[in-house]
Nanobody
Framework: VQLVESGGGLVQAGGSLRLSCAAS????????IGWFRRAPGKEREGISC????????YYADSVKGRFTISSDNGENKVYLQMNSLKPEDTAVYFC??????????????????WGQGTQVIVSS
C-alpha cells in the first residue's frame, strides 16, 4: 500500500490549492481515503474522508464549506480542493487509507505508513 501526496505550496489567504493523493497497492473498494493535517505545534487531525462504499464525503467543521474531497477511481487518485484558505490551514497534509465516520471524520487504518505529506502555507 502506497499513497503519495502532492499539490501543496504557498498561497495567500483567500486563495485555493488542490491536493492530490496517488494510491497504489490496493483496490478502491474497501473503506476510504482520508486527508489529515498536522499544523505546527499541533497533533495530526483528520479533516476529510471519502468512503468507497457509497462515495460519501466527510468534513471536519473547520473545513466544511471550503474544502471538497473527490476521487477518480479510474486513476486511483483522491483530491482535496481547498478554497478560501486561511492562515490556520497552514500544515503538512497527508492522505491515508481510512475509516470514515461522522464522529472522527477519518481514522487511519493499520495498513501502510504515513507518507511525507505535502506542505501548505497560507500567508495573511
Amino acid at each position: 500500500v502506497q499513497l503519495v501526496e502532492s499539490g501543496g505550496g504557498l498561497v495567500q489567504a483567500g486563495g485555493s490549492l488542490r491536493l492530490s493523493c496517488a494510491a497504489s497497492g490496493f483496490t478502491f473498494k474497501d473503506y476510504g481515503i482520508g486527508w489529515f493535517r498536522r499544523a505546527p505545534g499541533k497533533e495530526r487531525e483528520g479533516i476529510s474522508c471519502i468512503s468507497f462504499a457509497d462515495g460519501s464525503p466527510y468534513y471536519a467543521d473547520s473545513v466544511k464549506g471550503r474544502f471538497t474531497i473527490s476521487s477518480d477511481n479510474g486513476e486511483n487518485k483522491v483530491y482535496l480542493q481547498m478554497n478560501s484558505l486561511k492562515p490556520e490551514d497552514t500544515a503538512v497534509y497527508f492522505c491515508a487509507l481510512a475509516f470514515c465516520s461522522d464522529r472522527n471524520i477519518a481514522t487511519k487504518l493499520m495498513v501502510g505508513s504515513w507518507g511525507q505529506g505535502t506542505q501548505v502555507i497560507v500567508s495573511s
